[in-house]
């Protein structure tokens, strides 16, 4: 191959709506006839339905199961339908109907049985993935690019730790020069997923949440990739949560160690093993917006850029607390559904946890909201905001609160996420 390829990544934020397709293919055809490797996500929040489903079935809410089931089957239906001609729709209406008859042969067994094992678990959180494959590859097609897709089961090996697996690299790079590396070629697109994989004993894993920048990094790497385009629905990583105030920063540059810091504090668009991935093969990644890619981007890579105060707000999390024995209990269980431990506080009579889990509820959960966390490169910058928490802890409006000098990290509750959060920026914009 003399030609390094191009590999793109676009996830659940871009693929949630017809105009991110076209986005997508937008994208594309800007490169320069250079071989492509695209790596997708599930439309957005299939997997969260999908695990939702999972847990209904657990229940005995079998019905409810299907009725989740139901609902996303019509909206890839719904999507093929505004993006594709007859026969591509035809195909597509055919991948699903077999894909969710097996759907439902699992979630019925998981009713049966109640019992939701690892494994399943897996199995039901990977049609998401099936399902984008199909839809992406066959909406490419209609856009003229000549497409040829791989199931990423096929490139990834990793190990059984079912929810939170981990690549082998010598088998993924066996397989990757094996099944991928020979359909690199100048104006082909090479389509396949992130996320999920085959263990060793060929059965279905998945890498844990945000885990297909992971899929992408190593992919880049093993294919001899420099960089790794990630579109997203954000122009890059901002000081602030965009949504809740526009007026954030763009991080136009950070080094690898500074990306890992944000990561580990919750930001979505980086994934820590992805990072760590991408340092060790030096590959820099690009992080922009697929909807307006002339807004700017962030570019991580080996240099630096300069670090400024920064709150990272991570909704959709939960907050656990009981005693320390309680929580080693109860937090094997974050593995399983792919989640992270986020935060934990903790002293000698009791113990809280935040983590990432969208699979609710666990044992020993207090509520569902958001971590917001403040990084700054002086102590100064973050005890400033110290009384003003002191007032939101007092008004209910923060949960919990933990400061280590450098970083502090807030707990709030879901509809207090936008108030807290702007209080907390205000604060720290005026000082």
Same mark, same amino acid.
């Given at each position: 191959?003399? &030609?390094?390829?191009?590999?793109?990544?676009?996830?659940?934020?871009?693929?949630?709506?017809? #105009?991110?397709?076209?986005?997508?293919?937008?994208?594309?055809?800007?490169?320069?006839?250079?071989?492509?490797?695209?790596?997708?996500?599930?439309?957005? =929040?299939?997997?969260? &339905?999908?695990?939702?489903?999972?847990?209904?079935?657990?229940?005995?809410?079998?019905?409810?199961?299907?009725?989740?089931?139901?609902?996303?089957?019509?909206?890839?239906?719904?999507?093929?339908?505004?993006?594709?001609?007859? /026969?591509?729709?035809?195909?597509?209406?055919?991948? %699903?109907?077999?894909?969710?008859?097996? %759907?439902?042969?699992?979630?019925?067994?998981?009713?049966?049985?109640?019992?939701?094992?690892?494994?399943?678990?897996? %199995?039901?959180?990977?049609?998401?993935?099936?399902?984008?494959?199909?839809?992406?590859?066959?909406?490419?097609?209609?856009?003229?690019?000549?497409?040829?897709?791989?199931?990423?089961?096929?490139?990834?090996?990793?190990?059984? +730790?079912?929810?939170?697996?981990?690549?082998?690299?010598?088998?993924?790079?066996?397989?990757?020069? +094996?099944?991928?590396?020979?359909?690199? +070629?100048?104006?082909?697109?090479?389509?396949?997923?992130?996320?999920?994989? +085959?263990?060793?004993?060929?059965?279905?894993?998945?890498?844990?949440?945000?885990?297909?920048?992971?899929?992408?990094?190593?992919?880049?790497?093993?294919?001899?990739?420099? #960089?790794?385009?990630?579109?997203?629905?954000?122009?890059?990583?901002?000081?602030?949560?965009?949504?809740?105030?526009?007026?954030?920063?763009?991080? $136009?540059?950070?080094?690898?160690? /500074?990306?890992?810091?944000?990561?580990?504090?919750?930001?979505?668009?980086?994934?820590?093993?992805?990072?760590?991935?991408?340092? =060790?093969?030096?590959?820099?990644?690009?992080?922009?917006?697929?909807?307006?890619?002339?807004?700017?981007?962030?570019?991580?890579?080996?240099?630096?850029?300069?670090?400024? $105060?920064?709150?990272?707000?991570?909704?959709?999390?939960?907050?656990?607390?009981?005693?320390?024995?309680?929580?080693?209990?109860?937090?094997?269980?974050?593995?399983?559904?792919?989640?992270?431990?986020?935060?934990?506080? &903790?002293?000698?009579?009791?113990?809280?946890?935040?983590?990432?889990?969208?699979?609710?509820?666990?044992?020993?959960?207090?509520?569902?909201?958001?971590?917001?966390?403040?990084?700054?490169?002086? /102590? *100064?910058?973050?005890?400033?905001?110290?009384?003003?928490?002191?007032?939101?802890?007092?008004?209910?409006?923060? %949960?919990?609160?933990?400061?280590?000098?450098?970083?502090? *990290?807030?707990?709030?509750?879901?509809?207090?996420? #936008?108030?807290?959060?702007?209080?907390?920026?205000?604060?720290?914009?005026?000082?």
């Amino acid at each position: 191959m003399a &030609e390094r390829p191009l590999v793109h990544k676009f996830g659940g934020a871009v693929l949630r709506s017809p #105009e991110g397709f076209a986005a997508m293919a937008q994208r594309l055809h800007e490169s320069d006839g250079q071989p492509l490797l695209v790596v997708i996500s599930a439309l957005g =929040r299939v997997t969260r &339905e999908l695990e939702q489903a999972a847990a209904d079935a657990e229940r005995g809410e079998y019905g409810r199961a299907l009725e989740r089931l139901h609902h996303l089957v019509e909206q890839h239906q719904r999507y093929a339908a505004q993006l594709l001609g007859s /026969q591509g729709q035809q195909h597509v209406a055919t991948i %699903l109907d077999e894909t969710a008859a097996q %759907l439902q042969g699992y979630l019925e067994g998981i009713a049966i049985t109640g019992e939701l094992t690892p494994r399943t678990l897996d %199995l039901v959180r990977s049609f998401g993935e099936r399902w984008a494959l199909a839809l992406v590859a066959a909406f490419l097609r209609e856009c003229g690019f000549p497409v040829v897709a791989v199931d990423a089961t096929e490139l990834l090996c990793t190990d059984a +730790r079912h929810g939170m697996a981990r690549p082998l690299l010598e088998q993924t790079a066996q397989s990757v020069e +094996r099944s991928l590396r020979p359909l690199l +070629r100048p104006g082909q697109v090479v389509l396949t997923q992130g996320f999920i994989a +085959r263990s060793l004993r060929g059965e279905i894993t998945t890498m844990g949440q945000e885990s297909s920048a992971l899929t992408a990094v190593l992919l880049a790497a093993l294919v001899g990739a420099e #960089e790794l385009q990630v579109w997203t629905d954000v122009p890059g990583v901002r000081t602030c949560d965009p949504s809740v105030v526009p007026e954030a920063e763009l991080l $136009p540059a950070l080094s690898y160690g /500074q990306a890992r810091r944000i990561a580990q504090a919750g930001l979505r668009l980086l994934y820590p093993a992805a990072i760590a991935c991408a340092e =060790r093969w030096n590959i820099c990644l690009r992080i922009r917006s697929a909807f307006t890619p002339e807004a700017g981007e962030t570019v991580v890579s080996s240099v630096p850029g300069e670090l400024v $105060p920064m709150i990272i707000g991570r909704e959709g999390v939960w907050l656990l607390a009981g005693t320390s024995a309680e929580m080693e209990a109860v937090l094997p269980l974050s593995s399983v559904d792919g989640s992270t431990v986020l935060a934990r506080w &903790e002293d000698p009579e009791s113990c809280s946890v935040v983590v990432s889990s969208d699979i609710p509820p666990y044992a020993r959960a207090v509520a569902e909201g958001a971590l917001l966390t403040v990084l700054a490169a002086e /102590q *100064r910058q973050v005890a400033c905001l110290l009384p003003l928490c002191g007032q939101l802890l007092s008004a209910g409006q923060l %949960l919990r609160l933990w400061y280590t000098g450098e970083e502090l *990290r807030c707990f709030v509750a879901a509809p207090t996420y #936008e108030p807290a959060l702007r209080a907390l920026w205000g604060e720290l914009q005026r000082r």
